[in-house]
């Protein structure tokens, strides 16, 4: 199975919501089985693969979301007030199945909640789900907003590599594209991620913060 390389990944993922009537390949499947089951043991969430199952992504809500031929998905249980780690640890799984050749789409709200599969421990609910599959087509990259209102830093010119790090969180999904963030360099190297008010912001946030991490390559920097 070949692996894309995780920027070209990261810039070729889109929200795709129309898959092919095709099962994902068994190699393809012991695969992700094993990054969720290296991404629960890391984050403690309980993160839960699907396959073949249709009736979360029929129904009025899913036609809404324009969802076709969806019977993959992945559902993210945890307690409440876990939203950054769910984006952070989410948009891995997202980044890592577009390396293997699948397309994704996170899903807040466009699905049938009630027929997701799911099993959650105690103290934990059903917080997200992502479809995954092979797509119709890979999709089409997102409008962004001015960078001017997403960052800040001091001095006269953007450094590079906080540049590359933003350009990299530009590539991010939010929900409705909402992309309400922001990331200030401050001095010494140390960056302040934030969210604004918005649905789903704080998954948003998480997800965002993973681009940034990704962008920023090897030059180190502090989150505070
Ligand atoms: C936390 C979150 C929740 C989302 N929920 C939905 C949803 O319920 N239905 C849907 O069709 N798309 C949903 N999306 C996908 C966004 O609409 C999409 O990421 C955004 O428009 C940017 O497009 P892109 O992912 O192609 O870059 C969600 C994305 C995120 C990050």
């Not at 984006?87 to 789409?105: M, P, R, S």
């Amino acid at each position: 199975m070949e692996t894309m390389d995780i920027m070209k990944a990261m810039r070729a993922r889109h929200s795709v919501r129309a898959y092919q009537d095709r099962p994902i390949e068994r190699e393809a499947v012991d695969a992700l089985e094993s990054y969720i089951a290296q991404l629960n043991e890391e984050s403690g969430l309980n993160i839960q693969l699907t396959l073949n199952e249709p009736t979360a992504f029929t129904g009025p809500l899913a036609h809404y979301g324009s969802f076709k031929n969806c019977s993959n998905y992945v559902a993210i249980c945890a307690a409440n007030g876990r939203d950054e780690e769910i984006g952070y640890f989410g948009e891995k799984l997202v980044l890592y199945a577009q390396q293997i050749g699948l397309h994704t789409c996170w899903v807040a709200l466009t699905c049938n909640k009630r027929n997701v599969r799911h099993c959650c421990r105690k103290g934990e609910k059903l917080q997200i789900v992502i479809s995954i599959g092979y797509g119709v087509h890979g999709g089409v990259p997102h409008k962004n907003k001015p960078l001017e209102r997403q960052c800040s830093f001091e001095g006269e010119t953007m450094p590079e590599w906080f540049a590359a790090a933003m350009k990299a969180v530009r590539m991010a999904p939010t929900a409705t594209n909402q992309q309400r963030f922001h990331f200030a360099l401050l001095e010494g190297d140390r960056v302040k991620a934030r969210h604004l008010l918005g649905p789903c912001a704080k998954i948003d946030l998480g997800i965002a913060k993973y681009h940034f991490e990704l962008g920023a390559g090897e030059h180190p920097f502090e989150w505070v």
